[in-house]
């Protein structure tokens, strides 16, 4: 999972209405239903190229589970690489894949799930948020006594806040609530974590680092935040820029030490809490190290990570493809291109039906020099492009064309798959036609 959501409708120009239409036409359908059936809706929002949807898919999103799920609510998927994934993205502020955004019948939304999670941790979550009755607001109005019921309410508020990026709000909130209830709330230890969270993420978006660093510090002390340490350890990341060298590698010496120690008995470790998101903690660990200037440290990290996926996948890339991917990111980060490159071939002959490995196979090559060979898979890639990938796809295309000097034939395509995508997806299609070659 990569980031953090900031929840504000955009209004879009003219020249994209037409197609709104018909973009917002399946979520319209979806509301009649729910409105019909008296039922919740869940948002799935996903890509071919994402590797925590890889891993929900196979191991959450199965089994009675989500059929039950499904029968008690409306279900609609977007694609983020098509026009109306991209159209209800933006509209959602959603910045992480996947999520899911409950909405009540009426279209308030009602929570959202972001990211890799277990099957538990996932359901648990789910059903609470389809059991609700009214927005947001209406847990606000649950939250009048000092009781369980009144906890839970403020629970699920203050986790939805922070996934929403609504700090300020639930903070000031949370200070209007009469002494009793507050009481009652700070002694609910997932409550205190999400207030500490909300804290946090309220210093880091006003920019103050050093309010920042201390509540970053006490959220990621001790082991309660669990398997999303690495997201919470970006942000503290980011709030250390500006403390001098040594001050701030000797933070982060003592957070690598934590992460570590989530890496060995989480991700590397056979253990029935094994971390959802496990590439995440990898990069988090190595990127610690390399921060602090332990090369050996960094390398060991994607070099273990990569042998430990390998002895799971049983070198057998049908058996996780979210395992398989990881696999790919843990070779590349080790510097092992040999390994890496037959990997990726046997991604692209087990994976066909999309673009996603022929494209990467394809990038893989040109970078080595061997044009004749990118193009074939680019032309693979091309023929399962869609939205936004076909312009991803076309870029890798035309540079491929030039190097082997077929500039005419990178000029003609360029203008096609400019002519074809239209006003959608405007900074892909301004590197697309940064690369055309002069007539």
């Known amino acids: 999972m990569k980031p953090f959501v900031f929840f504000s409708f955009l209004l879009f120009s003219a020249a994209a209405s037409a197609q709104e239409l018909s973009v917002s036409k399946s ?14 809706v869940v948002v799935e929002f996903h890509a071919p190229w994402c590797y925590s949807c890889y891993y929900m898919s196979r191991n959450v999103l199965t089994g009675p589970e989500w059929t039950e799920a499904k029968s008690r609510a409306v279900h609609v998927e977007f694609d983020a ?8 993205m933006q509209a959602w502020n959603v910045k992480a894949l996947p999520s899911y955004i409950v909405l009540g019948e009426d279209g308030k939304e009602l929570g959202r799930i972001l990211g890799e999670q ?21 847990l606000q109005s649950q939250v009048t006594a000092a009781t369980p019921q009144a906890v839970a309410a403020a ?26 209830i507050l009481t009652a709330v700070s002694r609910d230890k997932d409550s205190t974590l999400w207030i500490a969270r909300l804290e946090a993420l309220r210093a880091a978006q006003s920019r103050d680092n050093p309010a920042c660093l201390k509540a970053e510090g006490a959220v990621l002390t001790g082991n309660t935040i669990g398997c999303e340490r690495p997201y919470e350890l970006s942000r503290y990341l980011a709030c250390a820029s500006d403390l001098a060298p040594e001050p701030r590698r000797a933070l982060l010496r003592e957070q690598a030490q934590r992460m570590q120690a989530l890496l060995d008995q989480q991700v590397f470790a056979e253990s029935a809490t094994r971390c959802a998101d496990e590439r995440s903690i990898v990069i988090g660990t190595a990127g610690l190290y390399e ?28 058996t996780d493809r979210n395992l398989a991917d990881n696999l790919r990111v843990y070779l590349e980060r080790a510097g092992k291109t040999d390994e890496l490159g037959i990997w990726l071939g046997q991604l692209v002959v087990t994976y066909p039906d999309d673009y996603v490995y022929a494209y990467r196979y394809a990038r893989f090559l040109a970078a080595k020099g061997e044009h004749a060979q990118a193009l074939q898979l680019y032309e693979r890639a091309a023929a399962k492009s869609y939205g936004v990938n076909k312009l991803k796809v076309a ?13 005419a034939e990178a000029r003609a395509l360029i203008e096609a798959t400019l002519q074809a995508n239209g006003p959608w997806f405007p900074e892909e299609g301004a590197k697309l036609r940064a690369l055309m070659p002069p007539a």
């Not at 690489?81 to 209800?88: I, N, P, V």
């Not at 277990?118 to 209406?138: E, N, P, V």
């Not at 870029?395 to 500039?407: C, S, V, Y």
């Open 291 to 318: 921060e602090i200037g332990d090369a050996p440290g960094q390398l060991l990290t994607f070099v273990r990570a990569a042998s430990n996926a390998r002895e799971r996948l049983k070198d057998d890339p049908r």
């Open 395 to 407: 870029q890798g295309q035309a540079e491929t064309l030039i190097a082997l000097d077929r500039a």
């Open 155 to 180: 629970r699920e508020f203050l986790r939805s806040s922070h996934a929403r990026g609504e700090a300020r709000e639930a903070l000031a909130w949370i200070g209007t609530l009469p002494a009793p």
């Open 81 to 88: 690489d098509q026009r109306d994934g991209s159209h209800w």
């Open 118 to 138: 277990t099957r538990d941790a996932f359901y648990g979550r789910l059903y609470t948020l389809m059991g609700l009755q009214g927005s947001l607001q209406a």
């Open 27 to 40: 979520l319209e359908d979806a509301l009649a239903q729910a409105k019909a059936r008296r039922q919740p």
